[in-house]
């Protein structure tokens, strides 16, 4: 069985204030998509890499992975507007593909570790759809349609704050987004929702994530990951 890492950095990066989205940004002297391909290409279980880009980045997307010789990377393929889009851009290049284990993972992720892969595909051994997530230490409110009042506590010890990687056995993927894009009110922010929505009975193993495992969002954000991967490397 094929173990496909798909490495989803379609996002424009509109709130980073730069010309290139984040992933293309460097940190101690290599871009963000690098430290992402880069993990999954060191892994021993990882067969294949899709890296998934902005049709924009593409060719800059080719360039940096002729000069890494990644060897696992097999294909880069157009991502869509929504993060959604980029998902299935990559399942739909893959429906050729027997049936393999995808493991996605947004490239906005740069220092995900090698042991968090190995649970995560250790997992797979067991469950068809596998969660990355990590317990709330915050607590977390429901507001009303206009943001400006509580609408209700939950109780934190009942609440996870979702990372990826998120990983399937590729038919309950490609069959979730087929059922969940055949309806007409898509809202889905990760695939997990997609799985929960077209087969809600589906078990969605959890596996803990990591606080290292931070997602950049805003430019701060690099200052702290910077700091990150020089502590990790020189450990």
Known sequence: MKYIAIILAGGSGSRM???K?????EINGKTVIEYAVNAFENNEHITDIIVVVNVMFVNLMKSIAESNKWKKVRAIV?????RYESSYNAIKY?????DAYLIFHDAARPLISNDLINRVVNALSNHD???????SSDTI??????KDSVRSIPDRNF?????TPQAFRKSLISGAYDAALAKNDFHFTDDCGVVKEAFPNERIHIVKGEERNLKITYESDLKIIAQLSSQYENN
């Open 17 to 19: 204030n730069n010309d």
């Open 21 to 25: 989205p984040k992933q293309f940004l």
């Open 94 to 98: 893959l429906k050729d593909t027997e």
């Open 159 to 163: 609440l996870m704050r979702v990372q």
């Open 141 to 146: 409110v429901e507001v009303n349609d206009e």
């Open 129 to 135: 759809a596998v969660m990355t997530a990590i317990p």
């Open 78 to 82: 157009n991502g869509g507007n929504e």
